[in-house]
């Protein structure tokens, strides 16, 4: 004897699909805090308004808390991991392993 309203039972039980999550020893060393290249986006590549915040750059990153951002922000450590999700609008903050501002990125 067969149950059909198992197989939905079963289903709805199965594990959700985690988000991707890469590890940051893994990213290009572009967007990581100590990593090469410009503290802020070109301006021709500042599609998230990172260049009025550009003074944030080597303060501690509790002065974050002072700052009113009216976006989308991400604030990453050098431990936190990444998703693979970019968002040209977001603007991502990496804090360096001494706690202070490092970089400011879209993305």
Known sequence: MR??????????CAAAP??????????????LANGSGPAIPDPAADTCTAAPHAGLIGQQATALERVLIMRQIR????????????????????IDPAGRIGRLICG
């Open 75 to 94: 604030v990453l450590r050098p431990t936190d991991p990444v998703t693979g999700g970019f968002s040209p609008a977001r603007l991502n903050i990496f």
């Open 18 to 31: 985690q988000p991707a999550v890469l590890s940051p020893a893994i990213l290009p060393a572009e967007v």
């Open 3 to 12: 149950a059909p309203w198992l197989l939905p039972l079963l289903a709805a």
